[in-house]
Structure formats: structure tokens, C-alpha cells
């Protein structure tokens, strides 16, 4: 498994016609429903981009004009700060 890929609040076409992301972005697994921080896609209107991996959107060609803002709990799910603490989301106790 290549790695999550990227669910995103706006989206953006360049100039071959691919939709790319844009504004605020999370990472998300193929064949999931909800993003890996907990947030579900249709209720929050996230598009998703199966094609677009999250290590991909980390760092975003500055000749797109997008700005993309990373999900800091998604980020620390995937474990793209090794220098701080895995964050998991848990239920609360019944």
C-alpha cells in the first residue's frame, strides 16, 4: 500500500485538466469514509483525490498558486513528525 491518500475542502484543475487539491487538506484511506484524524467526508464536504498521495501534498509546487493548509492531527497520524508523539483518535469510554 502506496500510503494515504488526500481528501480536501476545495479543489483546483491544471493545465492537462487533473484535478489537484486545495485549501485546507487531510489524509485519507481509499475505501474508508472518514479522514485519518475522524472527520467524515460528505458531512464536512470533502472531495477526495485517490490520485494525489498525502507525502505529495506536503510539498505543493509553488508554480500552482494553491495554498494548501495540512491537517496538523492527520499529519501526526501518518507520522510525518518523528520527533513528536503519534496522535490516535479514541472513543470515549461508555
Known amino acids: 500500500m502506496p ?28 475505501g474508508t469514509n472518514q479522514t485519518l484524524c475522524g472527520v467524515p467526508l460528505h458531512k464536512a464536504g470533502l472531495e477526495w483525490f485517490p490520485h494525489v498521495l498525502w507525502i505529495d501534498a506536503r510539498w505543493p509546487a509553488d ?10 492531527r492527520c499529519a501526526a497520524a501518518v507520522g510525518d513528525r518523528p520527533e513528536r508523539r503519534r496522535w490516535t483518535r479514541h472513543r470515549p469510554r461508555p
Open 3 to 30: 500510503g494515504p491518500a488526500v481528501a480536501a475542502s476545495s479543489r483546483w484543475t491544471d493545465e492537462e485538466g487533473v484535478r489537484e487539491p486545495g485549501g485546507f487538506v487531510h489524509a485519507w484511506r481509499c
Open 63 to 72: 508554480t500552482t498558486g494553491e495554498r494548501l493548509v495540512l491537517c496538523h
